[in-house]
């Protein structure tokens, strides 16, 4: 159950509704959000919900019976569009495209980017600077210097930073030059590093693990919201299965679905999901058409020269072309609603 207070309640009629719910045996979790705050009852009794819907303070209320609410459908009907400022806006009817390379290099590297990004009109750049590698012996990312270099020459531009925070203890001395914090596929169950980042104003975009359900992500996503963050995307970016054909399988139809439970932003990531790169043109394509909000891909002027994930990352001819491919395919998608 998810109970909508209003934004004035006050401590008497919060004592009163507090009781009720510990009348009828009903597990209650208070969350204020930069938008909203929220009583979340988890109970078994069935109750007439209007006996509590009635009561001073009470805005609205929802039953909700999934193990994640808040990020939920059910209560929401009306998308989450999340601003990142300067015009930018993420969700339904706000499509964006993202691209970068997986990791950060060079300031070379970087202006490079940021030039292939400014002749398309793209606003976001992605990039790593702390790398999870499967080798210890990888290349691991330039850290927060690196960060700081490429937030002077983005800010120059006028275009938006979405890099991957590891650990919690990374957010204070990211949080000045990050637009979007992207929590990676390996740490999408890392609950204590969703819950530090339920505590900071700035958007998440949250991987699907590795071998993760829908209903993992969305109670991660819930970890997230329910400590006070409601700007979450959500990220297909391929799962592991059997298949060693390519890289990740890339689950096309989660995004179909994610669209139907949630009301957050659906993004897709190709370039993880295929893993190579004559593929990430149809697979990106392919996620618009099923309903994404966004994609996120790995461009790099020279991709045999990365430092990572270089066969699955086009060069900016390449990169140019999905631009331009992906706004018409998002027009059609519109125009055949
Ligand atoms: C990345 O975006 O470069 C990355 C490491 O992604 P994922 O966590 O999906 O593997
Ligand atoms: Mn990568």
């Known amino acids: 159950m998810i109970i909508q207070l209003e934004k004035d309640i006050a401590a008497p009629q919060l004592a009163a509704l507090q009781q009720k719910l510990a009348d009828i045996n009903y597990q209650t979790n208070q969350i204020n959000t930069q938008f909203g705050d929220y009583i979340v009852g988890i109970g078994k009794r069935d109750f007439d919900i209007r006996a509590i819907g009635t009561l001073d303070g009470v805005r609205d209320i929802h039953k909700v019976s999934d193990a994640y609410k808040l990020v939920s459908k059910k209560w929401k009907v009306k998308d989450t569009v999340i601003d990142l400022g300067d015009g930018v806006n993420i969700g339904t009817g706000h499509f964006q495209m993202m691209a970068g390379p997986c990791s950060i290099e060079s300031e070379e590297q970087i202006n490079d980017t940021i030039q292939l990004l400014k002749a398309n009109n793209i606003k976001i750049m992605r990039g790593g600077v702390y790398k999870p590698r499967s080798s210890p012996y990888s290349f691991r990312g330039l850290g927060i210097d690196g960060l700081k270099l490429w937030h002077q020459l983005a800010k120059e531009a006028g275009i938006k930073i979405i890099t991957e925070v590891m650990m919690s203890e990374q957010i204070e001395a990211m949080y000045d030059y ?120 790995e461009a790099h002027h020279t991709p045999e020269k990365a430092f990572s994930d270089g066969q699955q990352t086009l060069n900016n001819e390449q990169a140019s072309n999905l631009f331009r491919k992906m706004r018409r395919t998002y027009m059609l998608r519109e125009e055949l609603k």
């Open 178 to 297: 990050v637009d979007i914090f992207q929590v990676g596929a390996r740490n999408s169950q890392n609950f204590n590093l969703l819950d530090a980042l339920g505590k900071v104003d700035k958007p998440v975009l949250l991987k699907r693990g590795i071998s993760g359900t829908l209903n993992e992500l969305l109670q991660a996503a819930e970890y997230i919201f329910s400590n006070g963050n409601e700007k979450i995307m959500l990220c297909e970016r391929g799962i592991r299965s059997y298949e060693t054909a390519y890289r990740n399988t890339f689950d096309i139809n989660a995004i179909a679905i994610l669209k139907e439970k949630t009301h957050l932003p659906v993004i897709a990531d190709p370039s993880h999901g295929i893993g190579l790169r004559a593929y990430i043109e149809p697979i990106a394509l392919a996620s618009i058409m099923a309903g994404a909000d966004g994609v996120i891909f």
